[in-house]
């Protein structure tokens, strides 16, 4: 069992910076993958970015140049730094963690941080 819990979340205004943070508690796999998702009011639940254990990261269109996925594996935490923050962003931003164990695969999802770019 994993529990993941967001912070970070705020009110920040058009071309600001947030950093996000998610910290996994209970049994951790040594391999797993995790992620930053959003859902805005009316929209489906979208990938921001992803990071595998070792460290490489992908991210989705929109936020390539502006965002950037890391993580303490010491720490067991998960990081979002978001730079250059427009009305788009605004969202509740979960965090995710994701591993396979015998061909099968789990995920787990926080609560989730609210996320609003207005000026």
């Known amino acids: 069992q994993v529990q993941l819990v967001e912070s970070g979340g705020g009110l920040v205004q058009p071309g600001g910076s947030l950093r996000l943070s998610c910290l996994a508690s209970?049994?951790?796999?040594?391999?797993?993958?995790m992620g930053w998702y959003r859902q805005a009011p009316g929209k489906e639940r979208e990938l921001v970015a992803l990071?595998?254990?070792?460290?490489?990261?992908a991210y989705a269109d929109s936020a390539k140049g502006r965002f950037t996925i890391f993580r303490d594996n010491t720490k067991n935490t998960l990081y979002l730094q978001m730079n250059g923050l427009k009305p788009e962003d605004t969202a509740v931003y979960y965090c995710?963690?994701?591993?396979?164990?015998?061909?099968?695969?789990?995920?787990?999802w926080g609560q989730g941080t609210q996320v609003t770019v207005s000026s």
């Open positions: 209970g049994t951790i796999s040594s391999i797993n993958t």
């Open positions: 990071i595998t254990n070792g460290g490489n990261a």
């Open positions: 995710n963690y994701h591993y396979i164990s015998s061909f099968v695969p789990n995920d787990y």
